[in-house]
C-alpha cells in the first residue's frame, strides 16, 4: 500500500511539474533555474546521508544512484544557466581586452 502511495505521489508531481515549466515566461527562466540549482544541491546532500548510512545494501545502491543523478541535476543547470546568462551579455564585454 505505501509503494502504491509513493507511486502515485511520484506521478502526480511528474504532471504537475510539466504543467508549471511549460507556462513559465522566457525572462523567468534564468532565476527559475538559479533556485532549482539551489533546492537540487539540498538534493545532494540529502542523497549523500542516504548513500552514507549504513542501513542496507539497497539503501547504499540507492543512495548512490541518488547522488549521480543530483549531481548531474547540478552541474548540467549550472551550465545552462551560465549559457543564458551570457546571451544577455553585450558583445562588447565578450570581447577579450589586451593590456600592456
Known amino acids: ?8 505521489l511520484f506521478a502526480l508531481a511528474v504532471f504537475l511539474g510539466i ?12 532565476p527559475l533555474m538559479s533556485g532549482s540549482n539551489a533546492i537540487s544541491g539540498i538534493t545532494l546532500i540529502g542523497a549523500l546521508v542516504s548513500a552514507g548510512s549504513d ?35 553585450s558583445k562588447a564585454d565578450t570581447k577579450p581586452k589586451r593590456g600592456r
Open 1 to 8: 500500500m505505501t509503494l502504491l502511495i509513493a507511486l502515485t
Open 19 to 30: 504543467e508549471l515549466i511549460s507556462k513559465v515566461p522566457p525572462t523567468l527562466h534564468t
Open 55 to 89: 542501513h542496507s545494501t539497497l539503501a547504499t545502491v540507492f543512495g548512490f544512484l541518488a547522488v549521480t543523478l543530483a549531481t548531474v541535476n547540478v552541474v548540467g543547470g549550472f551550465l545552462v544557466t551560465n549559457r543564458m546568462l551570457s546571451m544577455f551579455k
